[in-house]
């Protein structure tokens, strides 16, 4: 609704946040990545444990436990983690870094 007042008002084309992500994304090609995490923040779930069920992290004697995914599967059948953090890939953000005028000088001092 406030788009829609702003749009009105402006007479300047007010996009959804869709697709004012799609079109960031596109621009700048920083898609983010998403990794699952114990709900705890404990570990990320890559290597050795992306197909761990449980967070087998240990804080001395005391075993984390936490569970990966929730219980309830989607309708499609996938599993839902508890938790993830997302991250850019780090190519793309030093493509974006050089692509604006004063900050490649910056970088380059």
């Given amino acids: 609704m ?4 702003l749009e009105k008002a ?3 084309r007010i996009l959804s ?3 004012a992500n ?3 994304i596109s621009l700048t090609e920083l898609t983010p990545i998403r990794t699952d995490i114990c709900p705890a923040s404990c570990i990320a779930y890559t290597g050795c444990y992306e197909n761990s069920d449980t967070c087998p992290y240990l804080l001395g ?5 936490k569970s990966h995914y929730k219980p309830q599967a989607t309708s499609s059948g ?3 983690p ?5 991250t850019l890939p780090i190519i793309p953000k030093i ?3 050089y692509a604006n005028a004063e900050t490649s000088t910056l970088l380059r001092q």
């Fill in 2 to 5: 406030h788009a829609a007042v």
């Fill in 10 to 12: 402006t007479g300047t």
């Fill in 17 to 19: 946040l869709y697709l």
């Fill in 22 to 24: 799609k079109l960031s």
């Fill in 61 to 65: 004697n005391t075993l984390c436990g």
């Fill in 78 to 80: 996938k599993r839902k």
């Fill in 82 to 86: 508890y938790a993830q953090v997302m």
């Fill in 95 to 97: 493509k974006a870094l």
